[in-house]
């Protein structure tokens, strides 16, 4: 047995080597290059993104549009599990493979359906046009209203997935103990399943923000080249632009919002459960 | 009989499946119809679409190439996972969970922090756009699902097992072989065909890398729905997304993926 | 390894041993012994020690001081795998994925026998235990007492120098541990196998061994045959263990054969201790008979029982026993419990006089720990 730990602990050893290699280092040089101009050590590309206007106003749509489809998302989200978790053990299971099936679908496919769906002669726009004739409809792609849509459609089976783990954790004796103790089904559902299920709510909320705020090919492909996330200026900068150092910088940006607001997110989550 | 507060629960769901579900059903009419794809509503049957599919090299080559980098960056991947979790559950790493938090990093970091920092990391050997770029590429950010997963299950695995297996006089690689894997492989399993999956449909790493001769399926898609729009894509995406299908339910009948869905 | 050649010497030797937990002994100096062919139980409360002296035969653990000989070899710092003993464990520890065939075949596969051979062990001891209709069963498809006897098959089959049992039977429900304890029992006399059996439950310790080691706080109290450890306890705690469960404190040894507790003279079986010295009395709860009952009883009076008055505090029924809460003065400074074998009615009223007798063999002496 001692011996064998000897055998994990190269294992694991190795398993970090190859991930300092390939992941710390990578981090690490693209870090360092963000940092220095001609050779020197400069803050140039981080004072640029927060001066220039251009920047500065997608890294406000990049973090309005996350924290707008965060909320959506939860809600619709939400209601979801909460109607699964209602239905009978079999039924669960069919409703929960259907509304996670999207997980298990190329991203690239879905967004393709929704450029069909949002455009000019899409099906949403010929239903609004039915709905009121004469006008022309609204052009829905290539809007930050498309960009919404498509990562709720995004998020959507991560955020269910974990509420409706949460909601699952909810012990019925509670719920029935309440009921017996005459409070109403509304009031139970506030007092008693719902603070019950925040653990699930944090943790949607984490990772819905972390998918949106970072989100690359959702506005690539429904935002057209006018409604851009961070991301696709730090793509920009590198593939257009050629300018490494301030795609970089623009990158480490993003990362460092992501951090900052999940540890935010991990803030209340704890006080929350203290309270 | 239904309240009439859940026949409006029942119809809300109605539109939530619907919106969930609307853009593979778009998809699969597009494919079969006539005019241009941006089109609605459709005005001709034809398969004309399915009959160029099969004929377009360029798409089943990207096919191809996405299937061998997800083949070899899911062992890659597979590996890292075992031998991380071994270390993590098993071994003597210090400060573990930093370590742990560490293999988890990949899920964090945005993807496009990861992409450029590969492109800088790869540059400096001139080695972007090359296969092995991305295979490497893709073993790092798909290994945590089969991290977690492989931890999970050593964490609940029978330390006693082992013991047995050493007393009876196992060796470490015997028992390794004979008692450890074939213990960890049905999670391992459920772990490695998500993160091939990943593989399979990575755009934003994969596209700081790519080069002309290494078009990954989903950049292809992306060229055949954006740039030189091109209609084949349409029952290509209907036939992904019905194998899709066909594929989930078959996991779900054999392997009960809602059980293991928590990522 | 062929039975016949193992000499007749010490099989496992500890000497010494010391094992720290967190840097506090857990173990301290241990000394054991154990002849070729003995069943020997580590017995004794959670927390003894007992697990961690099996663990450290087995290799599972090493000790960080002292040395552990087996068949003369110092096998102190040798992995499990290299020291060829057998181990039944608690939870089975069978192998999930293979069937019992493949679990009783591990051990002979992984000492890379020929295949004949394998299939000749395996199915041997397959037999020897009653499995062979179950040989291509998987684990979870058996009974609890069965997945138990398969993992004895598979420690049996790779004919170890010693077996060791860790707390075999506390998984199982009564009936099938008294079963299995007969198993076990018939099978080391069969194959007269050097065995080291740990247990918290005196029961399997006295019906199995050879030897009884109990040990309290990593520490053996008492080293000795069945037989000795129940009739001469050789300290309170042992006593205490095997049934002496009634205290009488400061109590004074008159002679080797009599104590007086606060006046009360009562006879004594077993002591060490020198006249004259203050100390603690340990009695059973039965070899107590009331006055006038004796022919009903069947206890036979002799030299060494004697006769004395308590006052009864309570009286209640047990089965088929009758269970009386007592005290010998008054005062009610020494109570204690007996337990008559037989239904005594009426029940004795309670503050009433009873005479007693006592047998002297079931009532011991210590000094005051």
């Not at chain 1, 726009?125 to 919404?148: E, H, M």
């Not at chain 3, 918290?200 to 990593?218: C, M, T």
């Amino acid at each position: 047995m001692i011996k064998n730990k000897k055998y994990y602990t190269i294992a694991g050893w190795l398993a970090a080597l190859y991930f300092i290699l390939l992941f710390l280092v990578p981090l690490l040089r693209m870090f360092t290059l963000s940092f220095f101009s001609e050779g020197k050590i400069s803050f140039e590309y981080y004072t640029t993104i927060f001066t220039s206007p251009v920047y500065l106003r997608v890294l406000y749509r990049t973090l309005y549009v996350s924290f707008l489809v965060t909320g959506i998302g939860l809600v619709i989200g939400y209601a979801i599990s909460y109607f699964i978790s209602q239905k009978s053990e079999k039924q669960q299971k069919k409703w929960l493979i259907l509304v996670l099936s999207p997980m298990f679908m190329s991203l690239t496919i879905r967004l393709f359906g929704w450029m069909m769906l949002l455009g000019q002669e899409g099906l949403i726009n010929r239903v609004f046009s039915w709905l009121s004739p004469g006008k022309d409809g609204i052009p829905l792609l290539f809007s930050y209203t498309a960009v919404a849509i498509g990562i709720v459609h995004y998020c959507l089976p991560f955020i269910i997935l974990n509420i409706y783990a949460s909601l699952k954790r909810v012990d019925n004796a509670l719920i029935e103990a309440s009921l017996m103790l005459g409070e109403s089904k509304v009031k139970t559902f506030w007092k008693v399943i719902f603070p019950l299920s925040l653990p699930g709510i944090f943790a949607a909320a984490s990772i819905s923000f972390a998918l949106s705020a970072s989100t690359f090919l959702v506005p690539l492909m429904l935002g057209g080249p006018n409604n851009l996330f961070v991301s696709n200026l730090a793509y920009n900068a590198i593939v257009n632009m050629g300018d490494y150092p301030q795609g970089a910088a623009l990158s480490i940006v993003l990362l460092f919002i992501v951090v900052i607001v999940l540890s935010i997110i991990s803030f209340f989550e704890r006080r929350s459960r203290i309270a | 009989m239904l309240s009439k507060k859940s026949k409006l629960f029942y119809v809300v769901m109605c539109f939530a499946i619907f919106f969930i579900l609307s853009p593979f059903l778009i998809t699969v009419i597009a494919s079969v119809a006539g005019s241009n794809m941006f089109h609605f509503p459709p005005e001709q049957f034809t398969l004309m679409n399915y009959k160029n599919l099969f004929q377009d090299e360029q798409l089943w080559q990207s096919v191809w190439l996405s299937f061998c980098i997800g083949v070899t960056a899911t062992l890659l991947a597979v590996t890292i996972g075992i031998t991380a979790a071994m270390g993590i559950v098993k071994g003597q790493l210090p400060m573990k969970n930093v370590i742990e938090s560490f293999f988890m990093g990949p899920l964090i970091v945005p993807l496009v922090t990861v992409g450029i920092s590969f492109l800088v990391f790869f540059s400096t050997f001139q080695a972007e756009g090359t296969i092995w770029s991305i295979i490497l590429a893709h073993s790092v950010i798909i290994s945590p699902y089969v991290t977690r997963i492989a931890c999970a299950n050593l964490r609940q695995s029978n330390e006693m097992l082992e013991e047995a297996a050493m007393m009876l006089g196992a060796g470490f690689w015997y028992m390794f072989r004979t008692v450890l894997i074939p213990s960890m492989l049905p999670s391992v399993i459920s772990g490695a065909v998500l993160s091939f999956l990943v593989s399979m449909d990575e755009y934003t790493v994969t596209v700081f890398l790519a080069q002309v001769n290494t078009v990954t399926l989903p950049i292809r898609i992306y060229q055949y729905t954006t740039i030189d729009i091109n209609p084949t894509i349409t029952a290509f995406s209907a036939m992904i997304i019905l194998l899709s299908f066909i594929g989930l339910i078959v996991l779900e009948k054999v392997f009960k993926i809602h059980k293991y869905m928590d990522f | 390894m062929d039975r016949s050649d193992i000499q007749m010497s010490s099989t496992i030797s500890l000497k010494g041993v010391k094992k720290l937990f967190e840097r506090h002994a857990v173990i301290e100096d241990l000394n054991l012994q154990l002849k070729d062919g003995e069943f020997l139980s580590l017995l004794g409360p959670s927390g003894a020690g007992k697990t961690t002296i099996l663990r450290m035969i087995a290799g599972l653990e090493y000790p960080d001081g002292g040395e552990i000989r087996i068949k003369s070899r110092d096998v102190s710092t040798v992995p499990p795998n290299k020291r060829n003993l057998g181990m039944v464990f608690q939870q089975y520890a069978l192998f999930p994925h293979m069937t019992v065939w493949e679990n009783v075949a591990y051990g002979l596969k992984a000492r890379k026998l020929k295949k004949e051979m394998i299939k000749e062990k395996a199915n041997k001891y397959l037999a020897l235990t009653g499995l062979s209709e179950l040989a291509s069963r998987k684990p979870r498809e058996l009974s609890g007492g069965q997945q138990q006897r398969v993992s004895l098959a598979r420690a049996l089959a790779i004919e170890p120098l010693v077996m060791l049992f860790d707390e075999p039977l506390s998984n199982l429900d009564a009936r099938l541990k008294d079963q299995m304890l007969q198993e076990i029992h018939q099978l080391h006399q069969k194959l007269k196998f050097t065995a080291v059996y740990v247990t918290h439950d005196q029961n399997e310790a006295l019906f199995l061994s050879d030897k009884i080691a109990v040990l309290n706080g990593g520490k053996i109290e008492q080293f000795d045959r069945p037989e000795m450890i129940l009739s001469q306890p050789a300290t309170a705690f042992v006593a205490d263990f095997f049934g002496y469960t009634n205290t009488f404190a400061s109590a004074i040894l008159k002679d080797e054969h009599m104590v007086s507790i606060s006046g009360v003279e009562l006879p004594v079986g077993y002591t060490t201790e020198t006249p004259g010295s203050s100390g603690i009395v340990k009695m059973r709860e039965n070899g107590v008979n009331i006055v006038g009952n004796e022919e009903a009883s069947g206890l036979e009076p002799s030299k060494a029982e004697k006769s004395i008055e308590a006052y009864v505090i309570e009286a209640r029924y047990l089965g088929s026993e009758t269970k009386l809460l007592l005290r010998l003065d008054q005062e009610g400074e020494h109570s204690f419990s007996v337990k008559i074998p037989q239904i005594i009615r009426p029940l004795p009223e309670i503050h009433s006089k009873i005479n007693l007798l006592i047998n002297a063999d079931y009532v011991t002496f210590y000094l005051e720990e």
